[in-house]
């Protein structure tokens, strides 16, 4: 069941505030209602309210409301007042309403379009330029670094004036044992002998046993009540209509579900296992040889019966230098090159940064004998 509400209205011209909208004239100033905006109190048109929220809204009693109608105020063509819906005259210069040719609506509309317009036309504000920052110095700097280390990567670090204290030499031959060893699996693999088997557990199998019953806690929305808000919507003639609407409320119930979970139980499951024995090569020991001297030889073995020689052999060459400061340090080199190297001799050692190759080389940085970190 729609009301009707009283509206207000304020006079552009005096600006006396708060005037009823049943009222057609300025009570201040005289001036007959024509562009004014209505609205009700303590809120704009069109709003929604709570049951709670309507305590300052004045009702028009039934008798007030049917002499304001529901229809909004045409406009004098002559003189641009309002007048009622139900005035066939102009109250104010007597014009006839047949040659009125907007109402309070049409006004309000074609005023808000001329506002947008108005505000459309202002100038919008500059954006800021922003300064494009030059790329130039960052890109410079990165050429600068990239130079600067294939420079560096390009250069070495070159000992000189060393001289050589001594030569090394290393052989070893691995060799290996043929031993019987006692193991247990589930088969025998190829050279295995059975010495006895039994069963035993491999695995357990999760197996289905039986299914059990939980509670499980669940909630879900239910319609508690509904309740009652409020529209207003503007008449155009100085009063408002009032629709009650109503909605759901709901709240939140909880409750508890018996749900039901299998259970698993593990079963072992048997199998054969076997012990064994098995002849395996296995590593045991090496020959070694080693010397001060260019006299490389590789060592006796001395095999046993149940040995053999396996690979991989090992040999490795080496020479000491020290430097002025008498700094020492051990160097690599291949059979062939190690053997041209004697104790005493003098030699410049470089290091390129960038590949770490080391060489020996010549008062003309030629490249001699290439040589390893030990
Ligand atoms: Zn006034
Ligand atoms: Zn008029």
Same mark, same amino acid.
């Given at each position: ?249 709901? %709240?939140? =119930?909880? &409750? @508890?579900? #018996? ?11 048997? $199998? *054969? ?39 991989? %052999?090992? =040999?490795? &060459? @080496?020479? #000491? ?11 690599? $080199? *291949? ?40």
């Amino acid at each position: 069941m729609s009301r009707t509400v009283m509206g207000y209205w304020d006079c552009p011209v005096c600006g006396s505030k708060g005037i009823a909208g049943n009222v057609m004239n300025c009570p201040s100033c005289g001036r007959a209602r024509g562009d004014v905006q209505f609205y009700m109190k303590d809120g704009a048109e069109n709003s929604t309210r709570e049951e709670n929220e309507r305590g300052d809204i004045e009702y028009l009693n039934e008798e007030q409301a049917k002499e304001i109608g529901k229809n909004p105020d045409w406009y004098c063509s002559f003189c641009n007042s309002l007048n009622k819906d139900h005035a066939a005259f102009c109250t104010n210069c007597g014009a006839s309403r047949e040659s009125s040719e907007s109402n309070y609506f049409d006004q309000l509309n074609k005023r808000k379009a001329a506002e947008a317009a108005e505000k459309a036309a202002q100038p919008q504000p500059q954006a800021q330029q922003v300064k494009k920052k030059s790329r130039l110095p960052l890109l410079l700097i990165i050429l600068a670094v990239i130079v600067g280390l294939v420079v560096y990567m390009n250069g070495s670090n070159t000992q000189g004036d060393l001289r050589v204290t001594g030569v090394n030499w290393s052989r070893s031959i691995p060799i290996e044992q043929n031993i019987e060893y006692t193991e247990s699996d589930w088969s025998i693999p190829a050279g295995g002998t059975e010495v006895s088997h039994r069963q035993e557990i491999q695995r357990y199998d999760q197996v289905l046993d039986h299914y059990e019953d939980y509670e499980v806690q669940k909630s879900r929305q239910v319609l508690d009540h509904y309740e009652t808000y409020y529209t207003y919507s503007d008449n155009g003639n100085g009063s408002f209509t009032e629709v009650p609407h109503e909605r759901a409320v709901y %709240r939140t =119930e909880y &409750y @508890t579900e #018996t749900e039901s979970r299998p259970v698993y139980v593990p079963v072992p499951r048997y $199998a *054969t296992k076997y012990t064994y024995t098995i002849w395996r090569w296995t590593r045991t020991r090496e020959a070694t040889a080693a010397g001060n001297d260019h006299d490389a030889y590789w060592p006796e073995t001395n095999l046993a019966a149940d040995e053999r020689e396996t690979t991989p %052999r090992a =040999e490795k &060459y @080496t020479f #000491t230098v020290v430097d002025e400061k008498d700094a020492r340090r051990t160097w690599r $080199a *291949t059979e062939e090159d190690w053997r041209k190297i004697n104790e005493g001799d003098r030699m410049t050692i470089t290091t390129q940064r960038g590949s770490g190759e080391s060489w020996i080389v010549d008062e003309k940085g030629n490249h001699l004998i290439r040589v390893y970190s030990n």
